[in-house]
């Protein structure tokens, strides 16, 4: 029997970016003989009642699974109370999509990440943090520091914070929103790697350096080159996709002051045309390949 999925992403981002990433999952899904349809999150519209219920836009019937590359957990988590396969699924997206999230599945599976604190919530009301916070949160890092949104991407919400009058103009700036200070690792200015996880494997991964920024984000001007990871890289990425329920994840290691690998972010809808590029790996065949697997195991 022919398999048929939905490829759901946001419509109302700007750029090319997300339907390129789901064009480049249907092409795969196709090509391994599926049913594959691209929907945006709009295109479909949930209703809550005494039931739980979808109208698809498109009046397709439901699919035998989706791959979401959109990050609105609300309708990932409406379409898997209809009892759909969704990859990944609305709990790794969430946790994914907040940094703090992630960093407290990490810490709980003891998988090396920067030493982070949060900040408290404030509701954005007159927010005021005495003395005594920023003298522990410079105690407890000294500068220079990070300071990273719970919510970000691209590098925008990373924010390099050299001294105190920095970190109090920082703060007052982001308060209103969750974030954290963060160890700055030193050892891996301008550099990181990106591990693309795929079930209980690597497929590819490239090295990013920029010589303009702490920051190796491409959009921030960091290089890309393939890069061969080691055994030990493998297993911290794979592990790391894991502890937050991912099925595919990139993942992105520093580089600590011993050499060690320490992760700095999970990315479970990772862009996967810039490692394409960069390596020539088209990571979709896999990422449906995997799916296809998992669902022959679920109907044993
Ligand atoms: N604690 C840190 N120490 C050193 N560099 C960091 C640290 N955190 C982030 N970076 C750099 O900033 C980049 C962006 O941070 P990241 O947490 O991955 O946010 P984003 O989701 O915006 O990519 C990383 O790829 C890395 O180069
Ligand atoms: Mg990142």
Same mark, same amino acid.
């Given at each position: 029997?022919?398999?048929?999925?939905?490829?759901?992403?946001?419509?109302?981002?700007?750029?090319?970016?997300?339907?390129?990433?789901?064009?480049?999952?249907?092409?795969?899904?196709?090509?391994?003989?599926?049913?594959?349809?691209? !929907? *945006?999150?709009? #295109? /479909?519209?949930?209703?809550?009642?005494? %039931?739980?219920?979808? $109208?698809?836009?498109? &009046?397709?019937?439901?699919?035998?699974?989706?791959? !979401? *590359?959109?990050? #609105? /957990?609300?309708?990932?988590?409406?379409? %898997?109370?209809?009892? $759909?396969?969704?990859? &990944?699924?609305?709990?790794?997206?969430?946790?994914?999509?907040?940094?703090?999230?992630?960093?407290?599945?990490?810490?709980?599976?003891?998988?090396? $990440?920067?030493?982070?604190?949060?900040?408290?919530?404030?509701?954005?009301?007159?927010?005021?943090?005495?003395?005594?916070?920023?003298?522990?949160?410079?105690?407890?890092?000294?500068?220079?520091?990070?300071?990273?949104?719970?919510?970000?991407?691209?590098?925008?919400?990373?924010?390099?914070?050299?001294?105190?009058?920095?970190?109090?103009?920082?703060?007052?700036?982001?308060?209103?929103?969750?974030?954290?200070?963060?160890?700055?690792?030193?050892?891996?200015?301008?550099?990181?790697?990106?591990?693309?996880?795929?079930?209980?494997?690597?497929?590819?991964?490239?090295?990013?350096?920029?010589?303009?920024?702490?920051?190796?984000?491409?959009?921030?001007?960091?290089?890309?080159?393939?890069?061969?990871?080691?055994?030990?890289?493998?297993?911290?990425?794979?592990?790391?996709?894991?502890?937050?329920?991912?099925?595919?994840?990139?993942?992105?290691?520093?580089?600590?002051?011993?050499?060690?690998?320490?992760?700095?972010?999970?990315?479970?809808?990772?862009?996967?045309?810039?490692?394409?590029?960069?390596?020539?790996?088209?990571?979709?065949?896999?990422?449906?390949?995997?799916?296809?697997?998992?669902?022959?195991?679920?109907?044993?």
């Amino acid at each position: 029997m022919k398999l048929s999925c939905w490829i759901i992403y946001n419509g109302f981002l700007p750029g090319n970016k997300f339907r390129d990433y789901a064009e480049m999952i249907q092409e795969a899904a196709i090509a391994h003989g599926h049913e594959a349809t691209l !929907y *945006t999150n709009s #295109d /479909i519209v949930s209703f809550l009642d005494q %039931e739980i219920n979808i $109208i698809s836009l498109k &009046n397709d019937l439901l699919p035998d699974y989706i791959v !979401y *590359t959109d990050k #609105d /957990i609300y309708l990932a988590k409406q379409l %898997e109370l209809l009892h $759909i396969p969704v990859f &990944n699924c609305a709990k790794a997206i969430d946790i994914s999509d907040d940094k703090i999230k992630t960093y407290q599945m990490l810490a709980a599976k003891q998988i090396p $990440i920067p030493r982070t604190v949060f900040a408290p919530k404030t509701f954005g009301l007159h927010v005021h943090f005495d003395d005594l916070f920023f003298q522990s949160i410079i105690e407890q890092f000294g500068f220079p520091l990070i300071m990273k949104e719970a919510f970000g991407s691209f590098g925008e919400q990373v924010y390099f914070v050299s001294n105190v009058v920095e970190l109090k103009e920082q703060v007052e700036k982001i308060a209103d929103r969750p974030f954290m200070f963060q160890q700055f690792i030193e050892t891996s200015y301008g550099v990181d790697l990106r591990l693309q996880v795929v079930g209980d494997e690597v497929i590819t991964a490239m090295k990013r350096t920029s010589n303009t920024d702490f920051r190796a984000n491409v959009t921030s001007g960091g290089k890309m080159e393939t890069y061969i990871p080691n055994d030990a890289e493998k297993a911290l990425a794979i592990r790391a996709s894991k502890a937050i329920g991912a099925d595919f994840a990139g993942v992105d290691l520093l580089f600590g002051e011993n050499n060690e690998r320490i992760v700095c972010e999970v990315n479970s809808n990772a862009h996967i045309r810039n490692l394409y590029d960069c390596t020539g790996v088209n990571v979709a065949p896999d990422i449906i390949q995997y799916i296809e697997k998992r669902l022959g195991e679920r109907e044993q």
